[in-house]
Structure formats: C-alpha cells, structure tokens
C-alpha cells in the first residue's frame, strides 16, 4: 500500500509565501515523476508543476516565475515553493506520483488527500 501525505497548505495574504511538502510512503519499489495540481470548486483539477525523476521541470504558464517545484529522491517527497501568491491561486492542491511497488512492478499514479491554501487579505 501506498501513501501521499501533504503539508504545508494555510491562510496567506497577497504577495506572500507557502511551501507545500507530500511524502510517499508504503511499499515502493521507485518513484517516476511526482506533480503538484490544484482544484477549485465547480472547475476539473489542473496541472501546476511536474518534475522528473531526474529533475526536469514543467510549470503551468499561470504560475511561471512564481512557484518552483522540486523533490528529495532520498526522502521520497516532493515539494512546491509557492512564491508572489495572488487570490487566484487559492485551492485545493493536491500531489500525484507516478509509483512502482513492489507487489506490482508496474507504476501507476497516486494522490494525495489534498490540502487547502487561501490567499486573501
């Protein structure tokens, strides 16, 4: 079994910082890549950042220059530096790996349970 866990998320003002941390856990043979996506209500999840296992990043042209992702292979976690924060970014924000287990052999995608960030003064 495998588990995501998020922290990090929380109330900030306009123009502040954040910093998102999930971790995996559980019988994991490897990790491939790990992304960060955010969720509002009545909107599909979207995509914010991904980044390979090798360090290969990818952003979301709305939080270009902004956010920075990047992970610990050692520590199995993957992180989200939330930079310039504006109302716009308030959501859910949930993390997803790509996971290989040890029982299967084969990777396939896992989420975390998701944690809020509220930007607003």
């Known amino acids: 079994q495998v588990q995501l866990v998020e922290s990090g998320g929380g109330l900030v003002q306009p123009g502040g910082s954040l910093r998102l941390s999930c971790t995996a856990s559980?019988?994991?043979?490897?990790?491939?890549?790990m992304a960060w996506y955010r969720q509002t209500p009545g909107k599909e999840r979207e995509l914010v950042a991904d980044?390979?296992?090798?360090?290969?990043?990818n952003y979301a042209d709305p939080v270009k220059g902004r956010f920075s992702i990047s992970r610990d292979n050692a520590k199995n976690t993957v992180y989200l530096q939330m930079n310039s924060l504006k109302p716009e970014d308030t959501a859910v924000y949930y993390c997803?790996?790509?996971?290989?287990?040890?029982?299967?052999?084969?990777?396939?995608?896992?989420w975390g349970q998701g944690t809020q960030v509220t930007v607003s003064s």
């Open positions: 559980g019988s994991i043979f490897s990790i491939n890549d």
């Open positions: 980044i390979t296992r090798d360090g290969s990043t």
């Open positions: 997803m790996s790509f996971i290989a287990t040890f029982q299967t052999g084969y990777s396939r995608n896992y």
